[in-house]
């Protein structure tokens, strides 16, 4: 199977959307084995795999293929595989895993892994998991858990490697060779220096480490760039501070000062890769949901966000039939109309989207708030006349009716401009109330410019065109 791949990856033919997926025929043999119940083959077939690509597997097949996969696999299980795993589908793999099984395969995990596997498990499962845990481990999990959920505490590893003040480049080497293989993480990139009360004063690479010579300080090789979290920092904050600062890991400190763990640039950026995705399923209106969700699951997440659009859009008629004997008589309003609303729907999406973003990321602060609202709006006013000419011009040409054109013209030039105000501006007092700009603004945008698109087009027509 592997001669399968990289023939695969050779091949400069191959389609780039198949580039690291998983083929359908390796599923497929795969699927055979087990349907077959031959486990020497399936072994054979899934160890060349990433673990990554396993879980992709595992999420792709059925439950009831899951399930024969997993018991046939057996002790092969790797613990990688559950941390790469969708949290929707990874309680059930654990549910399958023999408790033998789930013993070894967490051993294999570095504390933050098994902690974040930990923390998304219902109480039953996290109790069988705590038992195959040895007392160290489990140790270890109870005082992380007992940090609160999506702070530092949780998301650092315990597994660190520190060195004092005083030792040489030699010291923290011969430290290093010496020290048990368990005892050291799997992955590290720096040495943490720190002062006899465990207070972190400093990072050392490995770069520099292994370059120097051995009579070197370690403080003669500390980077410039070096920051110090607090286990209480929301993970958020933390994955911000490694993108803002390009750190690679950091020290994680408790309430007075000392050294408890690390964070690494893996972890942060899985971080930031999940506060991306769950902004943009906020603005969709879908929650936090996965492909794995249940029909029950799903319906329940995607329920009370259209039970709001259709209060919006409620609204939107409520000031429709406000105008009831100015659309009886021109029937033209009734199909221009929806362009109005459209189009500023449209407008105050992109100017929503670009506030949403920037306040993730702090680039929208209160020193630059009013320029990029006065922005949006300038870019709206924009927009809302070089659309105002076309829709002037195709009323006319359609309808015949120069005073309906102008209508719709100057409909469409205030619905925009209120669309980059709306935009901007709702995100914005949103988050100064303490609700989330991804979860609730889109709801608000879209009536206000349904509303206003609405109220502008159709008041304009009753006052001029009656």
Sequence with gaps: MSDQVAETDANPETDE??????????????????????????????????????????????????????????????????????????????SLLAPKVLQEAMRELDSDDVV??????????????????????????????SYPEYSAGRLMQREVVMAPQ????????????????????????????????????????????????????????MEDSFQIIPATRDEGDVAYAFNQYHLISAPVVDEDGRLIGVITIDDAMAVLDEEHEEDILRLAGVGESSLSDRVIETTKQRLPWLAVNLLTAIAASMVISQFEVALAQIVALAVLMPIVASMGGNAGTQSLTVAVRALATKDLTGSNVWRVIRR???????????????????????????????????????????????????????????????????????????????????????????
């Design 17 to 94: 959307a198949e580039a690291y997926v998983l083929g359908k025929r390796d599923v497929a043999a795969i699927l055979y084995t087990v349907e077959i119940e031959d486990r020497e083959k399936l072994i054979e077939l899934m160890e060349p795999l990433h673990a990554a690509d396993i879980a992709d597997l595992l999420e792709q097949i059925n439950t009831f293929d899951r399930a024969r996969l997993i018991r046939l696999y057996g002790h092969e299980f790797d613990g990688e595989i559950l941390s790469e795993l969708d949290e929707g589908i990874r309680d059930e793999v654990v």
């Design 116 to 145: 974040d596997i930990f923390e998304d498990l219902e109480d039953a499962q996290q109790a069988t998991m705590l038992g195959a845990l040895d007392d160290v481990d489990r140790a270890v999990v109870e005082q992380a858990l």
């Design 166 to 221: 005083h030792w040489t480049v030699g010291a923290a080497i011969d430290h290093l060779r010496a020290t048990p293989e368990a005892e050291l993480p799997d992955q590290f990139y720096h040495i943490i220096v720190v002062d006899p009360r465990l207070h972190p004063v400093g990072n050392v690479t490995l770069g520099k480490l292994m370059r120097s010579k051995r009579d070197t300080l370690l403080t003669a090789l």
């Design 376 to 466: 949006e709006c300038l870019v709206g006013l924009i927009n809302g006349t070089i659309f105002a000419v076309i829709m002037g011009i195709v009323g006319i040409i359609w309808f015949g009716s120069p005073a309906l054109g102008g209508v719709i013209a100057v409909a469409m030039v205030i619905n925009m401009v209120i669309a980059g105000l709306a935009g901007t501006g709702i995100p914005i007092l949103l988050e100064r109330v303490g609700v989330d700009p991804a979860l609730a603004s889109g709801a608000f945008v879209t009536t206000v410019t349904d509303v206003v698109g609405f109220f502008a087009f159709l008041g304009l027509a009753a006052a001029v065109l009656l």
